[in-house]
């Protein structure tokens, strides 16, 4: 079995979030790995945002990515503090994308050895037209994904 030194949490602040990130930190614990918390602000949310902004109101796409990723960033550091993992093994990524390309493209730079994830998504659908992402991470992520599955 392959050496667990990085794992990638990927965080999307539905309310199972607190569950995985938990779940990923005491995993990390036990392995003695360090932890890269990634979340991505869907692309399709913010050229909305756009197209709102292009039809005269006074709201842009910049300012709420920058809001955004403020909240996140504190919540995320809340949740840090809260797990009592070490700050020094932990990486933040924030990044504005599509979700799955953008976990699939840092899972690759970072070269992590597995991803954990929640199984259900923002929108609490499994499988909304093409599939989650979740399940497309399953299909072809290049490490081991572990789903955190609430009891």
Known sequence: M???KKILVAIC?????PGTFAYATRLAQQLEAELVVVNVIN???????GKIESM???ISAEDYVKGVKKERRAELDKMIADSGFPKERIKIILKVGHPFEELLKITKEEKVDMVVMGAKGRSN???LLVGGVA???F????VTVA?????
């Not at 602040?13 to 979030?17: H, I, Q, T």
């Not at 692309?43 to 945002?49: G, L, P, S, T």
């Not at 299909?139 to 290049?142: E, L, V």
Request: charged share 30%; with cysteine; hydrophobic share 25%.
């Open 125 to 127: 659908v499994e499988h």
């Open 139 to 142: 299909r072809h992520s290049p």
């Open 13 to 17: 602040f539905s309310k199972y979030c």
């Open 147 to 151: 789903s955190y599955r609430r009891r």
């Open 56 to 58: 005269g109101y006074s």
């Open 43 to 49: 692309i399709q949310d913010v050229q909305a945002i």
């Open 2 to 4: 392959p050496e667990v």
């Open 135 to 137: 399940e497309k991470m």
